[in-house]
């Protein structure tokens, strides 16, 4: 059974940095599209970052440059964040998606975590 467990959210300022984590189970990671996804009150999900099979990385325009996306040999999924905004504050989710395609369409994901908090203060 696929199981993801996010941790590394908090409260921060703004400029600040936070990493996030996934600890992925239940199956071989690497052969299937991993994502970072984000949701916001009153806001719908969207995607923030993405790595598929090949190791290839996608960033919302939002994030790039400030955002990393990265996975270790031991199943876990990271998100570095730096130079954090208030517009950052979400709930952050990992997410297990296909092994053929790889977007940022939630509806292709099927499995998720149950999500970490992440608070930018100005």
Excluded at 31 to 52: D, H, L, T
Excluded at 90 to 101: D, E, Q, T
Aim: hydrophobic fraction near 30%; proline fraction near 2%.
């Amino acid at each position: 059974q696929v199981r993801l467990v996010e941790s590394g959210g908090g409260s921060v300022q703004s400029g600040g940095s936070l990493r996030l984590s996934c600890a992925v189970s239940g199956y071989m990671y690497k052969s299937y599209c991993m994502g970072w996804f984000r949701q916001a009150p009153g806001k719908e999900r969207e995607g923030v970052a993405r790595i598929n099979s090949y190791g290839t990385t996608f960033y919302v325009d939002s994030v790039k440059g400030r955002f990393t996306i990265s996975r270790d040999n031991a199943n876990t999924l990271f998100l570095q964040m730096n130079s954090l905004k208030p517009e950052d504050t979400a709930m952050y989710y990992c997410a297990s998606g296909g092994v053929a395609s790889c977007d940022f369409l939630p509806g292709t994901y099927n499995s998720w975590g149950q999500g970490t908090q992440v608070t930018v203060s100005s």
